[in-house]
T-cell receptor, first 114, second 117 residues
Framework: GENVEQHPSTLSVQEGDSAVIKCTYSDSASNYFPWYKQELGKRPQLIIDIRSNVGEKKDQRIAVTLNKTAKHFSLHITETQPEDSAVYFC?????????????FGQGTILTVHP | SAVISQKPSRDICQRGTSLTIQCQVDSQVTMMFWYRQQPGQSLTLIATANQGSEATYESGFVIDKFPISRPNLTFSTLTVSNMSPEDSSIYLCSGLRAETSGRWAQFFGPGTRLTVL
């Protein structure tokens, strides 16, 4: 079945540094990889996503890279700010369909110290 | 993106009872899902709510324990039946819809925090 491994489980950085979170997946038919940010007590919010026909996507301070051969994708946050502190979840859409279910990684607790 | 609301936002229930959670989306969505998120954990898919037919359950979840309804394209309910303390969790409704960009985006409701005593 689908499986997504996410690392690290916790990440602590100083304000202004970069943060990188990596996920690996097993289903070669997966074609969509979103990242969600969940602040304490709040709902998960989609922050960026990438399709399997693209290697990299950037939106201001955040970027996602995808390596289909190695079956891994990463979230990059540059110039981190304290408000970036949250739990980040990667996910993959299974089975190659455009609207299949999402399988989530275990989450990364990011702490940005002022 | 569409807005999802859930009711109740939280509840404390006695074991053996049942609770029905309502999910309302402000515009039509193609698919609706129910997830469970235990404290400090990731999101686990319970089932896909299908309009006008039985929900599709994931491994480890059964209809007798988590009956789901979806009478139309913007509303769904999840019932947690015969509750035990192990059912204490956050239950999240999710919707999937095609955006004008052509991508399919999935978004979440605020969750229902359930505590079973």
């Amino acid at each position: 079945g689908e499986n997504v491994e996410q690392h690290p489980s916790t990440l602590s950085v100083q304000e202004g540094d970069s943060a990188v979170i990596k996920c690996t997946y097993s289903d070669s038919a997966s074609n969509y990889f979103p990242w969600y940010k969940q602040e304490l007590g709040k709902r998960p919010q989609l922050i960026i996503d990438i399709r399997s026909n693209v290697g990299e996507k950037k939106d201001q301070r955040i970027a996602v890279t995808l390596n289909k051969t190695a079956k891994h994708f990463s979230l990059h946050i540059t110039e981190t700010q304290p408000e970036d502190s949250a739990v980040y979840f990667c996910a993959e859409r299974a089975g190659g369909t455009s609207y299949g279910k999402l399988t989530f990684g275990q989450g990364t607790i990011l702490t940005v110290h002022p | 993106s569409a807005v999802i609301s859930q009711k109740p936002s939280r509840d404390i229930c006695q074991r053996g009872t049942s609770l029905t959670i309502q999910c309302q989306v402000d515009s039509q969505v193609t698919m609706m899902f129910w997830y469970r998120q235990q404290p400090g954990q990731s999101l686990t898919l319970i089932a896909t709510a299908n309009q006008g037919s039985e929900a599709t359950y994931e491994s480890g979840f059964v209809i007798d324990k988590f009956p789901i309804s979806r009478p139309n394209l913007t509303f769904s309910t999840l019932t947690v039946s015969n509750m035990s303390p192990e059912d204490s969790s956050i239950y999240l409704c999710s919707g999937l819809r095609a955006e004008t960009s052509g991508r399919w985006a999935q978004f979440f409701g605020p969750g229902t925090r359930l505590t079973v005593l």
